[in-house]
């Protein structure tokens, strides 16, 4: 026996759809979880490879940066070129690695860095008898570097200070720095409003 059903067409298809629909709700939360996956993929090889937020804690990068100041990283070029001198970067401890520090690159692969009487010398090719580094450009009138240091680094090693030199945990404390620890270069500020801006690095 054959049995039709006499409902029109496009009542059979709304049943046949409804059949697997879910429940408004079920709809919106489905819809939810797409859009976060696709934020996800986008925005993980961002914050992962390309840029990264970072918060100051404390005083040792002081005037320059001052604690809780909101920063963004840029990781890209330091994948293609080195570190440059003067420029402020973040990098993972290497007494702690699962902290992170911000600091300004003092000294390059290759050279001898020495501190005396208050102020630091480099020692390189190009000055083979050493060079009194002038650090006006970013040190407040009157700051000094105590400590006494003479340390020759290796190929892949950096020497970073903090320009609140006085109150600074840096190279003179833990030593040289490995390029694989530094995560990124300082780019941008983003907070507070009135100091946003891109960061610029000080020509020597």
């Known amino acids: 026996m054959t049995i039709f059903d006499n409902k029109p067409k496009d009542e059979l298809k709304k049943e046949k759809r409804g059949f697997w629909r879910l429940s408004p709700f079920w709809d919106f939360v489905f819809d939810l979880v797409k859009i976060a996956a696709i934020a996800f993929i986008i925005v993980w090889p961002i914050h992962k490879f390309i840029f990264q937020p970072f918060y100051v804690v404390g005083p040792s990068m002081e005037p320059n940066f001052y604690d809780k100041e909101y920063l963004i990283i840029e990781e890209v070029s330091y994948r293609f070129n080195q570190p440059q001198r003067g420029e402020v970067v973040v990098f993972r401890s290497p007494v702690n690695p699962k902290d992170h520090l911000i600091k300004r690159v003092i000294g390059l692969p290759g050279e001898r860095i020495l501190i005396k009487q208050e102020a630091v010398y480099i020692y390189n090719r190009d000055f083979p008898e050493g060079l009194k580094l002038d650090e006006s450009a970013y040190l407040s009138a009157g700051v000094k570097t ?59």
């Open 146 to 204: 105590p400590g006494q240091v003479d340390i020759q680094l290796g190929p892949d090693q950096y020497y970073l200070l903090g320009d609140n030199r006085n109150v600074s945990l840096d190279s003179r404390v833990f030593g040289s720095v490995k390029k694989a620890l530094i995560t990124g270069r300082t780019w941008v500020r983003g907070w507070p409003v009135a100091r946003a801006g891109v960061i610029e690095t000080p020509d020597y």
